[in-house]
């Protein structure tokens, strides 16, 4: 189950002065969105989930959408969402996130840690050890601990990746050096974020591994790192098509290759010919002499 923290000061916003309509899409959409801040949703959906008319849901969609001049937070123009693929990004998500203070954080962690003692107490007694995981932290303690800083072992949790990033992690062309897979999903949830589909950043990866192995880059430091291939330049949506070759950079290894190309070119050796003459002949024809 999600959790969204609604703070006070919402009271103080200016979108408390919006109609009461606009007011419960917001809420409800706080509600709602994901863990990267999107509401994955249709228009009617959310009608349907907020309890308002259609018209309604997109008349607040379209004041949510627009910019706020007197809104606090001034990034996107005070502009509350954007429409994204199968739904909306709430923009200030990440922003409201991180007001919640590591000692916010650190009193829901103790009143659960209390929570689990008091019911696995009564069902082991005491002077066991017990452990326990939470969503956010793993901890072990003992009975006997009381809840403060010093006896309770916090332990971050391992780093988790959407089931489409690691598909198309497993499909990227391998390269010499670093290639910080953290890094490179912290581009791919900023691209989503900016409105760019998983789809599209894993075909564009699908193009590049086909372009860097057939220009001979595969396993080389000339292989972009994942991070920079999602960044902000978007070269997910670049076309890699393969460089065209240079007539004359092609270089036969052997006579017989050399009367190959001669062929292919309508340039048949002479009777008495040296092949020296001959394979000139051939390299002026290729520069169109």
């Keep these: 189950m999600g959790y969204t923290k609604l703070f006070n000061e ?4 200016t979108i408390w002065r919006e109609p009461n309509h606009v007011r419960i899409l917001w809420v409800t959409m706080l509600a709602i969105k994901d863990r990267y801040h999107v509401v994955n949703a249709s228009t009617p959906g959310l009608s349907d989930a ?6 309604e849901c997109e008349q607040a969609l379209e004041i949510l959408s627009s910019p706020d001049s007197y809104s606090r937070t001034k990034d996107n123009e005070g502009r509350r969402i954007k429409k994204c693929e199968g739904g909306w990004i709430i923009l200030n998500g990440e922003v409201y996130r991180n007001k919640m203070s590591l000692d916010e954080r650190r009193e829901y962690n103790r009143l659960k840690q209390k929570e689990y003692r008091e019911r696995d107490k009564a069902i082991k007694g005491r002077g066991s050890v ?5 969503s956010s932290t793993q901890c072990i303690h003992t009975d006997t601990d009381t809840d403060t800083k010093d006896n309770i072992i916090i332990k971050p949790l391992k780093q988790k990746y959407s089931k489409e990033f690691e598909l198309m992690w497993s ?3 391998d ?3 670093s290639n910080p897979k953290k890094r490179a999903f912290k581009a791919w949830l900023a691209r989503i974020k900016e409105g760019a589909s998983e789809d599209a950043m894993a075909k564009g990866v699908s193009r590049y591994k086909v372009f860097a192995k057939e220009t001979g880059k595969i396993g080389s430091e000339f292989v972009m790192q994942a991070a920079t291939f999602l960044g902000a330049d978007e070269n997910f949506n670049s076309k890699w098509d393969l460089p065209k070759q240079n ?4 270089r036969p290894r052997n006579d017989s290759e050399w009367i190959g190309l001669g062929k292919s070119i309508n340039v048949l050796p002479n009777t008495g010919e040296s092949m020296p003459e001959y394979i000139k002949r051939i390299n002026l024809k290729l520069r169109g002499k």
Excluded at 10 to 13: E, Q
Excluded at 130 to 134: L, P, T
């Design 10 to 13: 919402i009271i103080m916003s």
């Design 50 to 55: 907020a309890r308002i008319s259609l018209n």
């Design 130 to 134: 017990k452990s326990c995981v939470q």
């Design 171 to 173: 499909g990227y062309p």
């Design 175 to 177: 390269r010499a050096g």
């Design 247 to 250: 007539p004359e950079d092609i």
